[in-house]
């Protein structure tokens, strides 16, 4: 059987039989020197890893990189191109577990997420969701980041 692009699913009560179900990979997202400043000046976070590529060229990774929160933050763009959930008042961002950063995302580099159901439960009247999503970097054999995103649909 092969890995799904995007599962789409009728009901939130749909969500209960996926787990261990795989999803992905998305389309490629290119990470440009662009979107970096542009996080940087979104959290003041100015470090020149991040933003100087005149310094980061003799730096440890020889060029600029992304914060590893910029790409977790990517994460949110992933999920619903991953999982589609149908018939919904609504979904929120319940919250993440494990978030690790085995890898750097250098300026200029393409991504694509992927991710696996590790869990589902009853939520009050919605399902409770854990989606564990690794931000892939194209070339690389290591991941960028590992996240468990948990989410809440309601019906």
Request: charged content about 20%; hydrophobic content about 40%; proline content about 7%.
């Amino acid at each position: 059987m092969s890995t799904p692009r995007q599962l789409v699913v009728n009901h939130p009560n749909d969500l209960f039989n996926l787990v261990g179900q795989t999803i992905g990979p998305t389309e490629p997202v290119r990470v440009e020197q662009s979107r970096i400043d542009q996080f940087a000046d979104a959290t003041d976070d100015h470090q020149w890893i991040h933003v100087d590529p005149v310094r980061a060229a003799d730096g440890p990774f020889g060029t600029t990189v992304a914060h590893g929160y910029l790409t977790l933050s990517l994460a949110n763009l992933f999920l619903p191109q991953l999982l589609q959930v149908n018939n919904v008042s609504m979904g929120v961002n319940y919250g993440a577990d494990n978030i690790r950063f085995p890898n750097i995302v250098r300026a200029g580099s393409q991504i694509t997420g992927r991710g696996e159901v590790i869990s589902v439960e009853p939520n009050k009247t919605g399902a409770k969701i854990v989606v564990r999503i690794t931000i892939d970097v194209e070339g690389e054999e290591r991941p960028a980041c590992v996240v468990d995103t948990i989410s809440i649909f309601y019906p």
